[in-house]
């Protein structure tokens, strides 16, 4: 998820891979196993030196180089940003760090958990980064609820798609809904902790200070459950991150499902969220995403899943407001 809040605010999910293998959750690594002994397999010491000869290996923080692998956090729940497929995590996010991993000389394990949980987790440790189309802004960099009181240390984040709001309803459209504003006094359906829920939580003060009724606002434990309420009609419409929503009206009950109205909204940068301590990685990650960004890799995976109103020209740290 315009990048999910924990996921992204309405640019979510407020929460975008073709080069290189795609990691999968739960996979045992075993980049570089030859220097954990002294008397290491040839095999192993064949992948250490692929590893190190890697452009930016040496970019890496000592703990991340001795493994071989970064451990990514995700919610695999975002066609086509990420998702699972046949027991793997698949999508533009994977196939982006596939490609980094390229330029880095390790791989990127993903392991999916709620959306709202990932900072959490990748502040305990539990994750190198937290890589889910999730939105780059302030209250995140900054560790603070949408009320702005302080509830962690934050994150630092490496920019490498943008992506807004959108908005979407049932095929054909029978509340004749057509934008966000539509939705005053209506019953709307996002995931829990995204941005785009922060997203319906300041369009319904709009509605109330504009003399409308609030939107009533069903936060989901994950997407699914939020587009299964849409589709059954107990909620008129359903707020995403842009590339998420059309993926879902494109592909979902053949493209007899949803469709999206309006256009997109408060487009903001996605980011690979990075604890503050961890400035050594955060620094080696920019430049990967420069890397593929200048050799073409970048463009090519977005095309791939026809995700190319999302690219940008050049990384950038905290670049969310």
């Given at each position: 998820m315009t990048a999910r809040s924990t996921r992204r605010t309405t640019a979510t999910r407020s929460r975008l891979a073709a080069v290189g293998s795609i990691a999968v959750a739960g996979a045992l690594l075993l980049t570089g196993c030859g220097d954990q002994t002294d008397n290491g397999s040839s095999e192993g010491a064949k992948e250490t030196e692929k590893s190190s000869s890697a452009p930016l290996f040496d970019k890496l923080p000592k703990k991340i180089q001795d493994a071989g692998v970064i451990k990514a956090g995700t919610n695999a729940e975002y066609a086509p940003m990420e998702y699972q497929e046949g027991g793997k995590i698949v999508g533009v996010d994977p196939d982006i760090a596939a490609a980094l991993g390229e330029k880095l000389g390790v791989e990127f394990q993903f392991t999916s958990g709620s959306f709202d949980g990932l900072i959490t987790a990748l502040n305990s440790g539990r994750y190198d980064v937290a890589m889910s189309s999730i939105t780059d802004?302030?209250?995140?960099?900054?560790?603070?609820?949408?009320?702005?009181?302080?509830?962690?240390?934050?994150?630092?984040?490496?920019?490498?798609?943008?992506?807004?709001?959108?908005?979407?309803?049932?095929?054909?459209?029978?509340?004749?809904?057509?934008?966000?504003?539509?939705?005053?006094?209506?019953?709307?359906?996002?995931?829990?902790?995204?941005?785009?829920?922060?997203?319906?939580?300041?369009?319904?003060?709009?509605?109330?200070?504009?003399?409308?009724?609030?939107?009533?606002?069903?936060?989901?434990?994950?997407?699914?459950?939020?587009?299964?309420?849409?589709?059954?009609?107990?909620?008129?419409?359903?707020?995403?991150?842009?590339?998420?929503?059309?993926?879902?009206?494109?592909?979902?009950?053949?493209?007899?499902?949803?469709?999206?109205?309006?256009?997109?909204?408060?487009?903001?940068?996605?980011?690979?969220?990075?604890?503050?301590?961890?400035?050594?990685?955060?620094?080696?990650?920019?430049?990967?995403?420069?890397?593929?960004?200048?050799?073409?890799?970048?463009?090519?995976?977005?095309?791939?899943?026809?995700?190319?109103?999302?690219?940008?020209?050049?990384?950038?740290?905290?670049?969310?407001?």
């Open positions: 802004n302030k209250q995140r960099q900054e560790g603070l609820d949408d009320k702005g009181k302080k509830l962690g240390p934050g994150v630092d984040f490496v920019d490498y798609f943008v992506a807004g709001t959108a908005v979407y309803v049932q095929k054909g459209n029978p509340k004749n809904i057509n934008s966000i504003e539509d939705l005053c006094g209506q019953t709307a359906a996002v995931q829990r902790g995204t941005t785009y829920e922060q997203a319906l939580k300041d369009q319904s003060k709009k509605c109330t200070d504009g003399g409308k009724k609030a939107i009533n606002i069903e936060p989901f434990e994950n997407d699914t459950e939020a587009q299964t309420r849409v589709k059954s009609g107990g909620a008129v419409a359903g707020v995403n991150d842009y590339p998420v929503a059309v993926d879902l009206a494109r592909k979902a009950g053949g493209g007899n499902d949803f469709e999206v109205v309006g256009e997109q909204v408060d487009a903001g940068p996605f980011g690979i969220a990075v604890n503050k301590d961890n400035k050594e990685l955060t620094a080696a990650l920019e430049e990967a995403v420069n890397a593929i960004i200048e050799d073409g890799t970048y463009k090519k995976i977005l095309e791939k899943w026809g995700a190319e109103t999302g690219a940008i020209d050049k990384a950038a740290i905290n670049g969310g407001k």
